[in-house]
């Protein structure tokens, strides 16, 4: 008896997730095969046209367009607030967790880092825009890789922390006794063995960079814009390239595609992590 | 002036105090073993001395320099962790060598000195491995190894052989001590096992809630306890206890509570005790569990115990069963040590104690009166 | 000597590591909070790509309490947003783990890419996939509702069924994050209680009712308090879906701010919303904090 309702809970709860799972890859698959088609035939929602090209052509290659541009923007932004980011975040939460510091000052880092996670970005970024602008640096690549940094911060310190946390105390003492200062310990001993860590982290807070929408709209220019804000503009105008809309969508999915695919283990360890903590 | 002295030496958590006031010395050459239940501060004070740890009050001196408040990286002391804090994204040779390469040495000499710990530890081809590729028993030589390449000041051991397999821990007993004896090394090692402690150490010092409660020679603690403490936490099975009305006799001392038992003396003994003690004074006696004899036949002078249980051991054998409340264990003398000449359950074995054997403490301070 | 020196390397490794981040929470968030509090009692100019701020007082405020009908319509929206997207995550994600928490092992590893995708992918790519997918006349949702003889609707364009396209949007995106949540905490459960249990329980719902649900709630009370949280930050999708739109059928606080402070360029107004929003939030955040809090700090005194 139990058995049986054992197996068709089983069968059951394959079919619920496997459903769901249809509803998450169909729309996917649509707009995949939207960006290989005409305007017209997308219009007219032909089911099955011959795969063109021409989207891509016109998005990547056409005078008109610059997404070309703002896909180097978003790896450049990403690439670098990441970069940084990981090496303020781990050199911090290396201190929280071993080097004891005043416990108020780990209670305010960590507290108004967790408040500010969960703020809404836009109540920020309006402040930015003016700080910025007085110092004209509005439209730079400088605040937007500052504001990237400053928003993956939080999630990367809580993430390192975590990480951090399963490195015995006795190494770090060890090493200390072996004649390690502080820095040492960090350089020889914590950063070789954080690399897991560092990775997830990293990776989540590229996404987080890569995907960002509100900051980059109110803090680039024509020069600077990333490709999420360049998305948008193709809806805005007021004849919508659905096609090219379309394969933009799905180039800006491919580098979060590329990280769940060869990285998932980091990611779903990464965001699992930051969630419950 | 000691090798190592520790003066008035203190520690406290905000208004928790680990460890009130100790003062220690060590010579050179010493193996010391600070041993006592958790919770008595012995590793807090082995971090002290290591550094590792800050100290509230007092002072350390090591070879006469003060390094109170120095940084652990410059105290040069080695110290074997209990987790062996191997690093693990390094090779075995690395591990050793790793200190010596902080400080820059030459790098013969640092392949010279590894050399000889390989040898020492007998971990030939092993050298190249992650630790993670190592038995238990091999990590913790490397930990050793890593210590002894330093030649450090201090050899510190945190409870090193508490993760090994009872077989492997009695062989690395003998190995350290032998190491220690070697290296001419002074050591202190911290453990809660006294038959680590007994079995390793020059002089035990043996601690609880932050004092030490004795320090001395594991003789001296085990055969003149000067406390209740003491004589109840050295001992396997641990001594027994009864407190009564005290009472002197021609030739030993009457303890009287709902059973008696008497306690023979020698002359001098007795008239020590006889200083001490007020007559019909209440205090707790201490009689270990190979001090008993099991009489032929009940006496006046014999306690009569009923036994509820053996355990048969191989070399030796023991019958417990309860006086009152107290529970009583007896070492049944070796003759007797075939199973089937083992007082049985339900039986009653009369006892008389052997002289001077046994110990007196005050009930109020637990300090001793018989010695 | 040369013992003070290496502790006065130490000492200046330790508040040396903590500098920069705290330097950049100090002057990038820590900042910006005050200096929003000035510009908020401040009329602002634009003189040469400069603030050029004048003192007001609460004129900004009062302007934002009594004529700005737009943004209590987003904070109304909000509100229902929060409240309907998460409910229906939680449950619809709970039921999922639930159904699929012994289904584990086979195809775990696409299941799991699956469902992270929504999770992953920028919101902006996520509202420009549904709005070609909801479209009025060539939508793929329309084209399937045609198939069963209903439709078309107007999804989007519809005042009275936009907002609920939008959080249906947002229970798409965001309930596969919730199902992860609730399968991993139902998977730290231990096994052995449910053995247990099946001594004690008749039917599956008592073991739900009576061992699954209370030994969860821990995460389902993080769940949802992060979730409700985060919803507060909805803005990408918004924006590319319906701009707030039909009228102010879909406009959310996060649109109201945007608009007003860049589109409208009335710095000082969206200053006092930034504000307002921020400490409401802020506030909303400790309190979902202490209610988590209190209740580990009961359970830890139970037991």
Redesign the interface.
């Known amino acids: 008896m139990s058995g049986k309702s054992a197996r068709k809970g089983f069968l059951g709860g394959h079919l619920v997730a496997w459903g769901y799972a249809l509803i998450i890859v169909g729309p996917m698959f649509w707009i995949l095969s939207n960006s290989f088609k005409r305007q017209i035939d997308i219009l007219m929602g032909t089911g099955f046209a011959t795969p063109i090209l021409d989207n891509y052509r016109t998005l990547l290659f056409s005078r008109q367009s610059d997404f070309l541009m703002n896909l180097w923007n978003s790896a450049l932004v990403g690439v670098v607030s990441t970069v940084i980011v990981l090496v303020i975040a781990t050199l911090a939460a290396f201190t929280v967790v071993r080097l004891e510091p005043p416990k108020w000052a780990t209670f305010l880092l960590l507290g108004w880092a967790l408040v500010f996670h969960m703020l809404p970005t836009l109540t920020f970024v309006g402040s930015w825009y003016v700080m910025f602008s007085n110092l004209g640096l509005h439209g730079t690549y400088t605040a937007v890789i500052l504001t990237h940094i400053v928003h993956a911060l939080p999630q990367t310190v809580f993430l390192m922390v975590g990480f951090l946390l399963n490195i015995p105390n006795d190494l770090i003492q060890a090493a200390r006794m072996d004649g390690c200062s502080y820095g040492q310990v960090f350089r020889r001993i914590v950063l070789p063995l954080s690399f897991g860590g560092m990775a997830a982290a990293g990776a989540l807070a590229f996404i987080q960079s890569w995907s960002d929408f509100a900051i980059a709209l109110n803090l680039t220019d024509q020069d600077t814009m990333t490709a999420p804000v360049a998305i948008a503009t193709f809806a805005q105008e007021h004849q919508i390239r659905y096609g090219e809309m379309a394969s933009a969508s799905v180039l800006s999915m491919v580098p979060a595609l590329i990280l769940i695919l060869f990285g998932q283990r980091y990611v779903v360890r990464g965001l699992m992590a930051g969630a419950v903590k | 002036m000691a090798y190592l002295t520790l003066e008035k030496l203190r520690k406290a958590y905000g208004k928790h105090v680990v460890i009130p006031e100790i003062d220690l010395e060590l010579e050179a050459g010493e193996f010391v073993c600070l041993v006592g239940p958790s919770g008595s501060g012995k590793s807090t004070l082995l971090r002290m001395i290591a550094g590792l740890e800050s100290i509230s009050g007092g002072r350390v001196t090591v070879a006469g320099a003060d390094i109170t408040g120095t940084d652990p990286s410059d105290r040069d002391m080695a110290m074997v962790f209990q987790s062996y804090a191997l690093y693990p994204h390094m090779t075995v040779r690395d591990n050793m060598s790793f200190a010596l390469r902080m400080r820059n040495e030459d790098k013969a000499l640092i392949q010279e000195r590894v050399a000889e710990a390989v040898e020492m530890l007998d971990l030939h081809g092993l050298e190249d491995r992650k630790p993670s590729a190592l038995s238990g028993g091999q990590r913790q030589r490397v930990a050793m190894g890593r210590c002894i390449v330093r030649k450090p000041k201090l050899f510190l051991f945190d409870e090193p052989l508490s993760n090994l397999d009872a077989k492997l821990r009695t062989a690395t007993r003998h190995q350290i001590r032998r190491l220690h004896d070697q290296l001419g090394a002074t050591s202190i090692f911290v453990t809660h096992d006294q038959v680590e402690a007994m079995t390793m150490a020059d002089r035990i010092a043996l601690l609880d809630h932050g004092e030490v409660m004795q320090i001395g020679t594991p003789q001296e603690l085990y055969l003149n306890p000067k406390n209740r403490f003491t004589a109840g936490f050295l001992g396997s099975p641990e001594m027994n206890f009864f407190s009564g009305t005290a009472e002197m006799a021609e030739n030993g001392l009457h303890v009287r509570a709902s059973d008696s038992l008497f306690l023979p003396a020698s002359d001098a003994r007795l008239k020590r005790l006889s200083d001490r003690l007020v007559p019909g004074q209440t205090v707790e006696v201490g009689v270990r569990p190979e001090h008993f004899v099991i009489a032929d036949a009940p006496g006046p002078d014999t306690l009569s115990l009923p036994v509820e249980g053996q355990e048969w051991l191989g070399h030796e054998a023991f019958v417990f069963g309860r006086i009152g409340k107290q529970e009583v264990g007896v070492r049944v003398a070796s003759g007797a040590a075939a199973d089937d000449t083992l007082p049985r359950t339900g039986s009653a074995v009369p006892l008389t104690v052997l002289e001077d054997t046994w110990h007196v403490f005050d009930p109020e301070t637990g300090e001793t009166l018989s010695l | 000597m ?2 003070t020196t ?2 006065r ?2 000492r200046i ?2 508040y040396g ?2 500098l ?3 330097l ?2 100090i002057v ?6 005050f ?2 509090v000035g ?1 908020s009692l401040s009329d ?1 100019e ?1 003189i040469d ?3 050029d701020t004048s003192f007001t007082g609460l004129d900004n405020f009062e302007q934002l309490f009594q004529h700005e009908p737009v943004y209590w319509a987003g904070v109304r929206n909000t509100i229902v947003f929060a409240v309907c997207a998460v409910t229906a995550q939680m449950i ?1 994600g709970f ?2 783990a ?6 584990s092992g ?2 775990r ?1 696409a ?15 996520i ?7 909801l479209g009025r ?2 939508g ?1 949702v329309n ?1 399937l509702l045609g198939y069963v003889g209903l439709g078309p609707v107007d999804f989007l364009g519809n005042p009275d069924v936009a907002l609920a396209s939008v959080i249906m949007v947002d229970i ?1 995106h965001w ?3 919730v ?3 609730m399968l ?1 905490g139902l998977e730290s459960l231990d096994d052995e209680v449910f053995e247990a249990a ?1 001594f004690d329980v008749k039917t ?1 719902w008592q073991e739900l009712r009576y061992v699954t649900i209370p030994l969860m709630i821990p995460t389902i009370l ?2 949802a308090g ?1 979730r409700i ?2 919803t ?2 909805v ?2 999708e918004v ?2 879906l319906t701009a707030g739109g039909p009228g102010t059928a879909t406009e959310v ?2 649109f109201s ?2 608009r007003t ?2 589109a409208q360029d009335r ?1 000082g107004v ?2 006092a919303m ?2 307002l ?2 400490v409401a ?2 506030v909303l ?2 309190a979902v ?1 202490l209610v988590i809090r209190a209740r580990r700090k009961a359970k830890e005194i139970a037991e």
């Open positions: 040369s013992a290496a502790q390397r130490n490794w330790r590591s903590l920069p981040a705290a950049l929470l990038l968030t820590i900042y910006p909070v200096n929003l510009l602002v634009w790509g400069r603030a619809f039921a999922m639930l159904a699929a928490r012994r289904a086979f195809g590893v299941l799991t890419t699956i469902f992270l995708m929504p999770i992953v992918i920028p919101p902006i790519v509202g420009a996939m549904w709005r070609l997918l006349d060539f793929a084209t798409w309930t596969p994050f199902f992860l949540l991993t099946r599956n993080i769940t992060l949280v985060l507060f930050k803005f990408d924006y590319l606080i996060n701010i945007y402070f860049f710095v969206g200053s930034s504000l929003t921020l939030v802020a955040i400790v904090n």
